[in-house]
């Protein structure tokens, strides 16, 4: 009887020597395969403590991305089709945008119509508004004016320096009976207001003159000389890209050493921002 007990004893303590490794075994946990990358077509996420931006995925062939927003930037990346990229910034119409593999480049409006938002809806364009007039950078215009003696076109050219500041490049061309001149001035312009639709301004600057009298005169001797200009105007937005301007000028020509004589102008126009 004792014999056959330690028989058994033993036995027990062998079966359990082989299945404590087993059971062992069994609890270890298993790691799960990682699922293959999908870097690309992931949408990227915004970054740590920036707000939530908007998302869409590309839907066509490429998008085209430029280091500047301009077709004279060169593309130095193309956006796979349902590649995701993140829009953070527009400027006219060219929009910045980050993909997931880490490019950040410009995208023009044409192209962005052939993303889809995360809801797979085409990715809407809103049309320049007032918030684009008062961010522009740069405008380019035409004016005129005219009196019962003399007409006067203007076209002009700015660049924004500032909220408030800008320089403003002009050249007219003032037509009289008797002479014709021709008036070049780069002045600077100040606007107090310039976050308001309707948009007041006040400009100092200087010039070159070159007055032309008609041949038919007896004294048609030509002019040449410098001059200062005073400008107030105002600009008020309109639609999409344009704007209306409103100009009143006094210009001081120095004939000479000596001699200097004071004209006055007025003009009206339209100018498209950028």
Request: hydrophobic share 40%.
């Amino acid at each position: 009887m004792s014999h056959r007990l330690s028989i058994g004893l033993a036995g027990l303590a062998g079966l359990t020597a082989i299945m404590l490794p087993l059971r062992a075994w069994a609890e270890e946990p298993t790691v799960p395969a990682e699922p293959p990358s999908t870097t690309a077509n992931a949408a990227p996420g915004n970054q740590p403590g920036e707000a939530r931006q908007a998302r869409v995925r590309v839907t066509g062939p490429y998008l085209d991305m430029r280091s500047g927003p301009g077709r004279g930037y060169p593309v130095f990346y193309a956006a796979e089709k349902d590649e995701w990229v993140v829009i953070e910034l527009r400027h006219t119409d060219w929009f910045k945008v980050r993909t997931a593999r880490g490019p950040v480049g410009w995208v023009s409006r044409e192209q962005m119509k052939q993303t889809v938002t995360e809801d797979g809806v085409p990715f809407e364009l809103a049309d320049p508004t007032l918030n684009d007039f008062l961010n522009r950078r740069f405008d380019f215009g035409v004016g005129y004016g005219a009196s019962k003696k003399t007409s006067i076109t203007r076209v002009w050219a700015g660049w924004r320096m500032s909220d408030t500041l800008s320089l403003d490049l002009n050249i007219a061309d003032v037509q009289q009976r008797s002479a014709t001149t021709g008036l070049w001035t780069a002045s600077i312009l100040a606007e107090p207001w310039s976050d308001q639709r309707i948009s007041p301004f006040i400009g100092v600057g200087v010039g070159r003159f070159h007055h032309e009298p008609n041949k038919s005169l007896v004294n048609s001797e030509t002019q040449d000389g410098n001059m200062g200009v005073l400008t107030l105007g105002v600009r008020y937005f309109l639609s999409g890209r344009t704007a209306l301007r409103v100009d009143y000028s006094r210009y001081a020509v120095f004939v000479s050493d000596t001699d200097y004589r004071n004209y006055q102008a007025g003009t009206i126009g339209l100018s498209i921002h950028f």
